[in-house]
Every structure is written in structure tokens, then in C-alpha cells.
């Protein structure tokens, strides 16, 4: 019962931020350059804060969100005459929930195909699905996430971005892992999620790139 509720309130966080973004698309005063989506770690992210950029960027992250959804939404992530480039972090929430790596692939596939085919000139960014601090702890944030599975998945959108030449996989992680390969702890709130000192970290990886 309690984790239908959970789920039941998620989905309508979901819809309420999608709505808010559908909104905001049609009311932005400029067009975005660069446009990040995925997550709640996208989501999260203080880009205005620590990225120094002179480009509009916009945030279209969402909490919860799998592969599929970004995939059925796209629409609502994806807009503007003047994009350049747009940044992908997903995946995490498939782990989750325990979604075949094999339906993930399919589903970031055909966006990265429909991404192309929309906006023709614009760069894709996939990064990393980010590691986890695995601990007795965490375990009930993390559920069947494992930074060996992280492992495989990151292998196979590697692989998958190769084969499109529009998209760059960037390999985010390694900033991020302590000795033992796993999310440093000064990192994560919570196993998962980063702290400012790990976007402070992320953010070193991808300024360059933008």
C-alpha cells in the first residue's frame, strides 16, 4: 500500500512539472542554446549557479523519470529555433525499477533517432549514468541499483553512441568514485542523489564540452 502511494504521488509530481514546463516553453523569452533533461539529479542541478557560460540554458529534468518517459515526452524537454546542444542523464530510475537494459537501449535509441531527426544540427551530450554509494544505508534509496550494473549500462550507451554521429558519450563517473569505485560519500545526500560538492565536481567535467 505505502508504495502504491509513493507511486501515485510521483506521477503527479511528474504531471505537475511537466505542465509547468509545457508553460514555460511557450512563455520563454529566449531560445534555449543548451537544454539539459533526465532526472531528479538533472533536475537538481544548480546550472545557473555553477556553470559559466555566456549561453541560455535551460533545465528539463524531472524526478522519477525513466528512459521511456523521456522518451514519450520529448516534446515537452526538447524545443527552440536556436538549440545547439542537449544533454542527456538517464537511466538511473530504469535500475530502479528494474527495467531489461535491453527495453532502456530500445528506448534511448529511438530518441537519439527522433532527436536527429528533429533538430538536424544539434550536438547530444549522453552522459554516464553516475555511480551509487552502496551501504547498508542507502539500500533503501538505492533498491536494485549497483554500480556493477551502472557498469554495464554506461558499456552499452557507449557502444549505442558510436553508432549515431550527432552523440558523444562523456563518461562523467570517475570524478565522482573514491578508491573502491563507488559514490564518493561527500558526494551523495543519500547514495543517489548529489550533493552541491558533486555537481561542483560534474560540473568540471562538463564545462568544456559546453
Known amino acids: 500500500m505505502a508504495v502504491q502511494l509513493l507511486e501515485s504521488w510521483l506521477l503527479k509530481e511528474q504531471a505537475n512539472i511537466q505542465n509547468k514546463y509545457r508553460d514555460l516553453n511557450t512563455l520563454c523569452l529566449k531560445d534555449p542554446q543548451v537544454i539539459f533533461a533526465g532526472d531528479s539529479i538533472v533536475e537538481y542541478f544548480p546550472l545557473a549557479e555553477l556553470l559559466d557560460t555566456t549561453k541560455t540554458i535551460v533545465n528539463r529534468g524531472i524526478r522519477g523519470y525513466q528512459s521511456s518517459q523521456l522518451l514519450e515526452h520529448r516534446q515537452l524537454h ?8 542537449i544533454v542527456l542523464l538517464i537511466g538511473t530510475n530504469d535500475l530502479g525499477k528494474e527495467v531489461p537494459l535491453e527495453q532502456t537501449l530500445a528506448n534511448l535509441e529511438q530518441l537519439l533517432y ?3 531527426h528533429d533538430f538536424p544540427l544539434v550536438e547530444i551530450k549522453l552522459l554516464s549514468v553516475l555511480p551509487v554509494y ?5 539500500k533503501g534509496t538505492l533498491y536494485t541499483r549497483t554500480n556493477r550494473a551502472i557498469d554495464q549500462m554506461n558499456q552499452a550507451y557507449q557502444e549505442l553512441a558510436l553508432r ?4 558523444e558519450f ?9 578508491e573502491l569505485g563507488q559514490l ?6 543519500d547514495g543517489l542523489h ?8 560534474l560540473v568540471k567535467e562538463l564545462q568544456g564540452m559546453l
Open 78 to 85: 526538447f524545443f527552440g529555433e536556436n538549440l545547439e546542444t
Open 114 to 116: 527522433l532527436l536527429q
Open 134 to 138: 552502496e551501504s547498508p544505508e542507502t
Open 164 to 167: 549515431y554521429p550527432q552523440v
Open 170 to 178: 562523456v563518461d562523467v563517473g570517475t570524478c565522482l568514485r573514491n
Open 184 to 189: 564518493r560519500e561527500d558526494c551523495t545526500t
Open 194 to 201: 548529489l550533493t552541491v560538492a558533486g555537481y561542483a565536481r
